[in-house]
């Protein structure tokens, strides 16, 4: 696919495209990966949904597109998203981002479900031109963007221990002082409200370290930028490791950037913890969990010689959020409690030993925390 045209940040040009090649106009408010050099349909690729999720290929069959491939079904959104206000328009186009900006998504039930109903739907041909945030909508768990009460929140589907451990590591996180997207139980779904709020735009660590996930690189990366962020960034590990989260990727964690002046304020909040806790299921023994995350962790706070402050955490308070994380589901309060406080004791002993063995040729540096939430 050949493109001409430009890259927008709300009603800003930012970019220009020429056969493909990305042209700075204003650089300090481009996307992240096209700012550092990034190949366009590459950008465009990220952005889209999917095409592996049955869902999508319903959603693209509803919308007659002849082109299923990931570029075209970004464009034929504008490449526009609910978490950034990044969009693209050809030359031929005269678009503003009122034009292209969601304010609905009719499509959202066919997106979530894709039931029966949902496909026998009649829709006007005026309807079915109409855009929908769920081509922009990435991700492996079928979901989708409803608006309501004047908000955007995300629906997604899960198994009851997937549910489970999303909402519990949000509600422990929020309890422990952490930025954390606030998860909620939606019938047999989970939900959560947009965290950019329509004020922020979030960027994927991908967009700074593309898919290299190890935590001194990332650590390194973000400390250059602010030292507030390297922080922050530790405070995500440390759930990871806690809750046992072995699929944080460079697309679920990220950054958030004013969309007015470019600038970055913070990491964005913990979001996207589905895979993790006993989303797989419960192991014979609750306290024989991998060590592997632990000793991740630990190898990163000795390398840079990182006093870490580990929040304070007990059997009381572990065992209520595991309570009210998902009432209406048969979930072993036992088992999570002691998961969670056996890997909390490893971590501590950890933390203990690096405290009391520090190297003597750096200084150590102490956490702490400057917060946009």
């Not at 034929?76 to 034009?99: C, F, G, M, P, R």
């Not at 370290?209 to 935590?215: C, F, L």
């Not at 969990?289 to 572990?318: A, D, H, Q, R, W």
């Not at 048969?330 to 406080?341: G, L, P, R």
Request: with cysteine; aromatic share 12%.
């Amino acid at each position: 696919m050949i493109f001409n045209g430009y890259v927008m940040s709300g009603e800003e040009t930012v970019a220009e495209v020429k056969n493909n090649q990305t042209i700075p106009i204003l650089k300090e408010k481009m996307p992240l990966y096209l700012a550092n050099g990034g190949n366009f349909e590459q950008w465009l690729e990220s952005r889209a949904i999917d095409r592996h999720r049955p869902n999508s290929r319903i959603l693209k069959k509803m919308l007659h597109l002849t082109d299923t491939s990931d570029i075209a079904s970004v464009i034929h959104s504008h490449a526009a998203t609910i978490t950034d206000n990044y969009w693209v328009k050809s030359v031929e186009e005269d678009l503003q981002y009122a034009n292209i900006e969601f304010k609905e998504n009719i499509f959202a039930d066919i997106s979530l479900t894709g039931s029966v109903d949902s496909y026998n739907k009649i829709f006007t041909k005026e309807q079915l031109s109409s855009r929908t945030p769920e081509l922009t909508n990435i991700g492996s768990y079928e979901k989708c963007w409803k608006f309501e009460n004047g908000s955007w929140y995300m629906y997604k589907q899960g198994s009851a221990l997937e549910r489970f451990s999303e909402v519990f590591i949000a509600i422990l996180s929020k309890k422990l002082g952490f930025p954390t997207a606030e998860y909620y139980p939606s019938d047999s779904f989970i939900k959560t409200k947009d965290f950019t709020e329509g004020k922020y735009n979030f960027e994927p660590m991908a967009a700074l370290v593309g898919d290299n996930e190890d935590y001194s690189f990332n650590y390194d990366k973000l400390n250059v930028i602010d030292e507030n962020l390297a922080h922050q960034y530790l405070d995500i590990l440390f759930m990871d490791t806690l809750c046992f989260n072995m699929d944080r990727h460079t697309y679920n964690y990220g950054l958030l950037r004013d969309r007015e002046l470019g600038n970055i304020i913070s990491m964005a909040p913990n979001f996207d913890n589905n895979i993790a806790l006993i989303s797989r299921g419960y192991a014979t023994e609750a306290k024989n969990s991998s060590n592997l995350l632990i000793e991740l962790f630990g190898e990163l706070l000795k390398n840079k010689n990182i006093l870490y402050e580990i929040p304070f955490i007990n059997e009381t308070m572990v065992q209520e959020i595991a309570i009210k994380s998902l009432p209406n589901e048969k979930i072993d309060i036992e088992y999570v409690t002691d998961f969670v406080m056996d890997r909390y004791q490893r971590i501590e002993s950890l933390v203990q030993s690096l405290e009391m063995n520090p190297k003597e040729d750096l200084g150590i540096q102490f956490k702490y925390k400057k917060y946009l939430w």
